[in-house]
């Protein structure tokens, strides 16, 4: 290993971390949100653009309401959108 630091594995020490570790757990990423929130908040949450949030609220694939003439996302069916679907058997 070149720079600064320490070499664990010249010294037995083998360090595995997995993919799963690295990632924010859905939880974390819409823990302390308000039960609403803009549509363009959560199109930033989601990585979508504002104008796919929008699209994708009006055709219901995004789960939202229409209040006072604004779009709200409803953050507790978020998560729901980044787990992938579980195929099912034949």
Request: proline content about 9%.
């Amino acid at each position: 290993m070149q720079g600064h630091g320490l070499d664990l594995a010249t010294h037995g020490v083998h360090l595995v971390v997995r993919a799963d570790d690295l990632r924010p757990r859905l939880s974390d990423l819409f823990a302390g949100l308000p039960a609403l929130i803009p549509i363009t908040v959560a199109a930033g949450l989601l990585g979508l653009s504002r104008a796919s949030a929008y699209r994708y609220a009006k055709t219901g694939a995004l789960p939202a309401r229409r209040i006072g003439g604004r779009v709200y996302a409803i953050t507790d069916r978020l998560p729901a959108l980044l787990t992938p679907d579980t195929p099912t058997g034949p």
